[in-house]
């Protein structure tokens, strides 16, 4: 069965620091990793995703994550938080392309003035 | 006008009444999905089909039917509803070559 873990329900950062949000999974084939985010009473945009070509995945607004497969990680970062990135990421996994989608249970990001 | 559509985006309803979420999508996928979002859980799969014969079973479908009418289209019952099923739903497309799934903007329920 696979699973994805994401540390930490709420997150709070200044505006301008770093936001690093962690998502470790479990697999028992080699992963399809996404993160998505959800701003208030939106649905679900695609951030980035992994699809097994480059380790290092750029994403939009700024984000990029990294694929560790000897972690078994896929964390978020963003060098300088800006207000807008205040929202809800969810890490998730997927066996193979297009296929179902198993996710996290969301980080909150807070962005402090 | 948006690529995937759920209607209605907001329902009240009392228990023991039957609801059903629709989904439309303008993308041409094959595949499509029904998850269930509550605060902490993430998104929980209920019901996906690979085409218009195919219907699966997720995590979580006690409680739940659907029907594929048409490639473009996939709906959500709820046959006797209970306050449990309180919740966000999202309805999601994707093909074999795009990686994502592509998601709709949400239909909210609440069981009185």
């Known amino acids: 069965a696979q699973s994805v873990t994401q540390l930490g329900s709420h997150v709070s950062v200044s505006e301008g620091a770093l936001v690093l949000l962690r998502c470790n999974y479990s697999?028992?084939?080699?992963?399809?990793l996404f993160w998505y985010v959800q701003y208030p009473n939106q649905g679900l945009q695609l951030l980035l995703k992994?699809?097994?070509?480059?380790?290092l995945v750029k994403g939009i607004n700024g984000f990029e994550a990294e694929f560790k497969k000897s972690e078994t990680s896929f964390h978020l970062t963003k060098p300088s938080a800006h207000m807008s990135d205040a929202a809800e990421y969810f890490c998730?996994?997927?066996?193979?392309?297009?296929?179902?989608?198993?996710f996290g249970g969301g980080t909150r990001v807070l962005v402090k003035p | 006008d948006a690529d995937v559509t759920q209607t209605p985006r907001n329902r009240i309803t009392k228990t023991g009444k039957r609801i059903m979420l629709e989904c439309s999508q303008t993308k041409g996928h094959d595949r499509m999905y029904w998850y269930r979002q509550d605060p902490g859980l993430g998104l929980q799969l209920i019901y996906y089909?690979?085409?218009?014969?195919?219907?699966n079973k997720g995590e979580i479908s006690d409680g739940y039917s659907v029907s594929r009418q048409a490639q473009a289209k996939f709906s959500l019952s709820l046959e006797s509803a209970i306050p449990n099923q309180t919740a966000l739903y999202f309805c999601?497309?994707?093909?074999?070559?795009?990686?994502?799934?592509?998601f709709g903007e949400g239909s909210r329920l609440t069981v009185l």
């Open positions: 999601a497309t994707s093909d074999d070559r795009a990686g994502e799934l592509f």
């Open positions: 697999s028992s084939v080699p992963p399809y």
């Open positions: 089909s690979f085409d218009v014969k195919d219907i």
């Open positions: 998730a996994l997927s066996k193979a392309a297009g296929n179902k989608l198993t």
């Open positions: 992994y699809t097994s070509a480059a380790t």
